[in-house]
Structure formats: C-alpha cells, structure tokens
C-alpha cells in the first residue's frame, strides 16, 4: 500500500507538458495495480490553478500545490524546497515525477532530504508481487535493470515517451496550497541561450532523427574533402524534413579541435556513451562508423536506416532495418530535391 | 580577483570499447570481470577537471582536489593515464565503482572525504563534478553530497562557467531542446555538474605528472575502505538489451532509387 505523489513542475502557462501528463498516466496506473494505494497530486510553479484543472479529473485524492513567482524559474534551492514540502506534506511514500532538466537537477537532493533513495532515467513502471518495480539502463544504455527498493520515500522519474499520456475530463479542482520557506536566493535564471530558430539542430518532438558521422567531413571519390556541401546537404535536410540532428562522438570532437568540418555541429548533437540518447519513431544515419557502444545512441529510436559506403559497417549491421550502400552524398542531394519539390 | 577552493568529485569506468556483460553475484548486480577491464575516468568527471584546473590557473591562489571513490588498484591505474593532464591533489577512497553502487552511499561516502581536506575553505569552495556518470548514469550522486555540505546554488549540465571580477558567475546549464540556461550565481559556494565543457583535452606534461604522483601515492596508500551495502534494493535482474535486428542490405539500388525509397519512407505515418 503506497501513497504516490505526482509531482510536476509547471509550465509557463500553468498547464503541465506531455511528460508530466504521461507520468500522471503512469502514477494513475500504478495506483490502481497496487492495492489499497492513494493518488495525491503535488503542483509547483508560478501559476498553477490551470495544471489543477487541467486533471481534476484524474482521481487523485488531494491536490496540493506550492506557487509563487520565484518558483517560475528551474532553480535548484527553489524546486528543491517546494518539492520537499510537497512530499512531506503528501506523506508521500513512492513520488512520481516527470523526467527533465528542472527535477533531474532538484529531486535527487529532495531525495537526500528526505532520507529516501531516488531513481532517474526510468523508462517502465510496474507493480511486480504487489511492490511497484522500475526499470532503467546502466552502463550508458548498455544494460537493462529491473530493482525494487523497500526504502521510503522513493522518488523516481519517469523518461518521456513511456508511458501513455493521461487524458481526461478538465473541471474545476481545490488546490491545498502547502506554505514553503524558501532560502535566500543566491542564484538567479536570467534567460536562455537558443541558437536562431532557423540554426536550430536539436528538434526533441521531431518525428525523425538524422545522425551525421565523420564520413561526412572525409576525401570523397575526387580525393577532395566536400565539407562545406556536407553543411548545405544536411542543414537543407534538417529544414525542409523538420528533422533533429545528432552525431558521432567522432564527428563533434573533430569540430572541437578547430578543424574545417560542420561549423554547426557541437557537442549537443552528440549522441551515444557520452552524448545524449533522444527518443524518435525514427532515425536515418549517414556515414556513421562506429563499433557496438557508440550505438547506444539508437537505444531508442524505432524505426532505424543507415546510408554508408561500407556494407560491412557495424553501426548499420544488426542494428539497422536498412542499410543503404550508396554514397550519401548523392542520395541527400536527391532526398533534398524530392522534399523541396513535394507540395507543402 | 576571487580565488577557489575547488573540489572535483569523479570516479573511473571501464573503458568504452570494451564489451561489458552483467553478472548476478550474491551482493547484487556486477560486471563480468569487472577488475580486468580497463578503466579511464568517467568522461563528464574529467571534463569538470579539467574546467576546474582550467579555473585554478585563472585565479591564482586557487586549488584543486579530486576525491576519488574505487578500487585502489584500479584508481591507481586510471591515475598513471590523468596526473600527467593537470594538477591536483589526490583524495582517494578504496571502494566500489560500480554502476550498481547505491548513489546515496556513495555520496556520503564522498561527503565525509571532503568534510576531512585538511585546510579546506568552504566559503571559497566549487564543488564539482560530472553530471553523470558512464557506469549508473543517475545524475544523481552530485546533488546528495551538495546536500550533506550545504550547498543549495547548485547547477546541472554545465557546459560554461564565467567568473566576474566581484566573484560572482553566470552558468550555462542544458536544458531541453538543445538549449542552455543562463543563471547568475552570487558566488562561492556552489556545486557544478559539469556536461561537456568547451575545453580539450589537456596535453600530457610529465613535471605535472611528476607533481601530481609525489601526493597521489601517499594518498593512494591511506585510502579510507569504503563498504556499499545497497541496503534496501533489490534487483530482478539486469541483462544485456536484444542488439540484432535484421538488417536489410540494399547494395544495387541507384543513389536516386535509394532517394526515392528514403523519401518514402520518412514521409510516411
């Protein structure tokens, strides 16, 4: 028998993101596998009548919230203080919160506070012998652990893309708001810094992700390097697929070390042991050469097709649906003509 | 100009390439042949190493510690390849360094090693590290020893720190999308989990490594045995994901067939 607090952040119109409603769905789901479990709902942010009502529908028993204006901005001592009331408040024995850089940063402290343990980077809940069970990767995706903890409180958070989001009927909830006595504030968020929309690589909600290796920056078949086509092939991809751009290790580091290769390219389109592991229905690489670990970066994405020079390549072989053994260069210029030419 | 005390917090991996397999051992998780494999530091500590060497040279007066939680033996071999990099001073605690290792443990366990530098200043102190690691990749542990030291100015993803002449910094943390935010931070004390940072790698200079080494194996040697109990977890199982899938290999098709196919593809629900 569990007490599980949803907790989510808010977002700038009050009302929760698609993760926080998907960790709702699995909080909700969870609740009812787990006999005799409660369903407490814990809001924060600037605004937070709208997220309310947004799921009074949900079944949650109370709904408790921690608003102010300092609580607009992601900052550690400010989320950490109101995720804390929140969870003291509930009484909360299991706290399920959505993945993302505001509680990755703050709940595992939250968690030290409270004397319990916390997990991140889960990617499925479930109710196994009557004790809710996580699972999540090791090793930088490399390996799958299933594990039960009897520690309490137990914080975990949940990856987007899941678990089914949580839909239901809007009303008009009562929010307990939960008095919090915030620190004195050393640090304060003074914006963001975005490449220009039109420069903008990383599309996390994009429906493909296309990875460019260092092939791309190597001597073609005239003995030349193409480099500067290589930018206008893939930047021309980008925008007219609306895809999101990610790369080899291989591929940022060389643009790390000043050499003439994709000005675009930084250390945020990495993906894989030390780069980042986005989530897409699919994926498209292109002269991508790379032994099993710098494939972990494809853990999850769906659908996944490769375009190299070599059949024999191990980032394709096994872990593709389709290898393409054609030289890419060609292929993008004719995958950029087909796109610009399609009605819009 | 303000000066730091900077503490690095960072442990070893097995090397990347290598071919890692889970195995049940009646204390939990481990890996097959966990003290052959070969090991480096974590990638994301040695980036905050390197920032923080990078800061200490900037600030004179500044110092840099990195406290170190993993098997002896395998610390000291994971040193020989680091201590010629930059220069630090070695706090070493003979422990686990496992993915499977209970981050709150270990963060206590770190905790306490930092609670005993002798002549550390925590008003001046930068508490850094990576803000995860490649072994449990929790982005977990960090915050838990900020905690046990106080320290609520606390920043994750870091990929650019830069100090005014008042002391005061502004961040560059990663959010979503590709984006960073910026913060401005008062000041000393902080704790910073570093991503990738801007710098390279530093070049091997043996003085360096010479300076280093004269600290570290007398460090190595009274390093505290660490125990991580893993009290209340329990796992069901870890085991590798299913790698293959049947790859279709399409080798007679023209670049502009192949075009035609990708285009397809990519533009269906």
């Known amino acids: 028998m569990e007490t599980i607090l949803f907790l989510a952040p808010t977002e700038a119109d009050g009302t929760l993101s698609q993760n926080a409603l998907e960790t709702l769905g699995a909080a909700k789901a969870l609740t009812a596998e787990l006999a005799g479990s409660s369903l407490i709902a814990g809001l924060v942010g600037a605004t937070i009548q709208p997220a309310a009502n947004q799921i009074a529908g949900c079944g949650a028993t109370r709904c408790l919230g921690v608003a102010g204006t300092e609580l607009a901005q992601s900052r550690y001592s400010t989320d950490a203080a109101a995720a804390e009331a929140l969870a003291q408040a509930a009484g909360a024995t299991l706290i399920l919160a959505p993945a993302g850089s505001r509680w990755n940063r703050a709940l595992p402290g939250v968690a030290q506070r409270l004397g319990g343990r916390v997990d991140t980077h889960v990617t499925a809940l479930a109710a196994a012998d009557g004790k809710p069970a996580i699972t999540r990767w090791y090793y930088r995706q490399r390996m799958e652990g299933t594990l039960t903890r009897t520690t309490r409180p137990w914080i975990v958070l949940l990856e987007s893309g899941c678990a089914p989001a949580w839909s239901g009927d809007a009303g008009r909830a009562t929010v307990e708001n939960i008095p919090v006595a915030l620190p004195p504030l050393r640090t304060s968020v003074t914006g963001l810094k975005a490449p220009p929309a039109d420069e903008q690589t990383i599309r996390p909600d994009a429906k493909l992700l296309f990875v460019a290796g260092a092939g791309w920056t190597k001597k073609q078949a005239d003995g030349l390097a193409h480099a500067a086509e290589a930018e206008q092939l893939i930047l021309g991809f980008l925008k007219t697929a609306q895809a999101s751009l990610g790369s080899t290790k291989s591929l940022v580091d060389l643009s790390g070390e000043g050499q003439a290769v994709l000005k675009f390219m930084t250390h945020l389109n990495q993906v894989g042991q030390t780069g980042s592991t986005p989530r897409h229905p699919k994926g498209l690489a292109t002269c991508c050469h790379g032994e099993e670990p710098h494939t972990v970066g494809w853990r999850f994405i769906g659908e996944r097709r490769a375009i190299n020079l070599n059949a024999g390549c191990s980032w394709a072989q096994g872990k593709a649906d389709v290898l393409y053994v054609a030289d890419a260069f060609a292929v993008m210029r004719e995958v950029n003509r087909l796109l610009a030419a399609r009605p819009s | ?269």
């Not at chain 2, 930059?86 to 905790?111: I, K, Q, T, Y």
């Not at chain 2, 306490?112 to 690691?133: M, P, Q, V």
């Not at chain 2, 098709?253 to 075009?259: I, R, Y």
Request: charged share 20%; glycine share 10%; proline share 7%.
């Open chain 2, 1 to 269: 100009m303000p000066s730091y005390h900077i503490v690095v917090c960072g442990s070893l991996v097995p090397d990347p390439l290598q071919t890692l397999e889970p195995i049940s051992t009646p204390t939990g998780p481990a890996l097959k042949n966990e003290m052959m494999l070969p090991a480096m530091l974590d990638p994301w500590a040695g980036h905050a190493l390197f920032e923080a060497a990078n800061l200490a040279k900037q600030h004179p007066g500044s110092k840099v510690w990195l406290v170190a939680l993993g098997p002896k033996a395998k610390l000291q071999q994971v040193l020989m390849t680091i201590a010629q990099k930059v220069p630090f001073e070695l706090v070493a605690l003979d422990g686990p360094a496992s993915g499977f290792a209970e981050s709150a443990e270990v963060a206590a366990a770190l905790a306490g090693a930092i609670n005993g530098i002798t002549g550390l200043d925590k008003t001046r102190l930068l508490l850094f590290g990576g803000w995860e690691s490649a072994s449990r990749g929790t982005g977990t542990t960090m915050q838990m020893v900020g905690e046990h030291l106080g320290i609520v100015d606390q920043f994750q993803g870091v990929d650019q720190l830069t100090v005014r002449s008042d002391g005061s910094f502004d961040i560059l943390e990663r959010v979503e999308g590709g984006k960073h935010q910026v913060s401005a931070c008062a000041g000393a004390p902080a704790l910073l989990g570093w991503a990738t940072g801007n710098l390279p790698e530093p070049a091997n200079n043996p003085q360096v490594g010479m300076l280093n080494m004269r600290t570290a194996m007398p460090a190595l040697q009274r390093a505290k045995p660490i125990k991580v109990t893993n009290d209340g977890v329990a796992f069901a199982g870890v085991s590798l994901p299913r790698q293959r899938r049947d790859t279709r290999i399409v080798k007679d098709l023209t670049p502009d067939a192949v075009a035609r196919e990708i285009v397809e593809w990519i533009t269906r629900d």
